[in-house]
Nanobody, 121 residues
Framework: QVQLVESGGELVQAGGSLRLSCAAS????????MGWFRQAPGKEREFVAG????????YYSDSVKGRFTISRDNANITLYLEMDSLKPEDTAVYYC??????????????WGQGTQVTVSS
């Protein structure tokens, strides 16, 4: 089992920046790929970004590519999402996830509770 706890979500103005964190714990949690998803009101949860076990491989959705950066610190087993040039359409609950390295970038097994990001225009 892997436990994930997100933090860092808050209200920010359009054009601003925000950094989300996700603390992971549990057996072999550093052995998983990790990712961020988001869910806006009335919409389905969507993939945002993923990062490989070591941290060299990353993958982004087209909607955030060039604005968001995913990274991980395996020493502290923490996942980050640096979000720049935020837009109102980035408003959503952001979820941290962990999954097997043998499945696709959008498939994950463990989920956090989410953190709210609100971007005002």
């Amino acid at each position: 089992q892997v436990q994930l706890v997100e933090s860092g979500g808050e209200l920010v103005q359009a054009g601003g920046s925000l950094r989300l964190s996700c603390a992971a714990s549990g057996r072999t949690s550093s052995s998983y790929k990790m990712g961020w998803f988001r869910q806006a009101p009335g919409k389905e949860r969507e993939f945002v970004a993923g990062i490989g076990r070591i941290g060299y491989s990353t993958y982004y959705s087209d909607s955030v590519k060039g604005r968001f950066t995913i990274s991980r610190d395996n020493a502290n087993i923490t996942l980050y999402l640096e979000m720049d040039s935020l837009k109102p359409e980035d408003t959503a609950v952001y979820y941290c996830a962990a999954g097997s390295i043998f499945t696709s970038w959008t498939q994950y097994d463990y989920w956090g509770q989410g953190t709210q990001v609100t971007v005002s225009s």
